[in-house]
């Protein structure tokens, strides 16, 4: 049996949907393949050597979208110190705004979860708070 101790606010079933969805987090060798599996990455509109950032291109896997979506607005609640939440809870936006952030910091969040599961970074490095272990289940 392994044990895994998960931040704060992710949810044993966001994780394991997460962890079924990926089918590994091995399997990517950096933070822009993590970014661009998610399709949460904005597209680039290039004309005459000008380029400009548009919506988010949405062609990666929409369930892991959805979870890291829903992962984030948990996270506005249970970890207030975490970067991204940081920089949302402080910008004063309009919806639209607020909207865009949200997605930003479940870029950022998928790219942190890839860097915690596969050992690059600890969770303090990356600002998240680990839950108490006696609450969290075995998998197998």
Known sequence: MVTEILPVGVGALSWITLQLEVRGWERFHNR???????????????????????RINRCGNTIV????????WRLIRWQPDYPPIKKL?????????????????AR??????WR????????????????NPTTQKTTT
């Not at 910008?91 to 910091?105: C, D, E, T």
């Not at 950022?108 to 979860?113: E, F, S």
């Open 116 to 131: 915690l599961a596969t050992g690059r970074a600890t969770a303090q490095e990356l600002g998240l708070q680990l839950s």
């Open 89 to 105: 809870r402080n910008a004063l936006l309009s919806k639209r705004g607020k909207r865009r952030l949200i997605v930003a910091a």
């Open 108 to 113: 950022r969040l998928a790219i942190d979860l």
């Open 32 to 54: 822009r393949q993590v970014a661009s599996y998610t399709g949460l990455c904005p597209g680039i509109h290039n004309s005459n050597g000008r380029g400009r950032e548009g």
């Open 65 to 72: 979208r959805y979870t890291l979506i829903e992962m984030v």
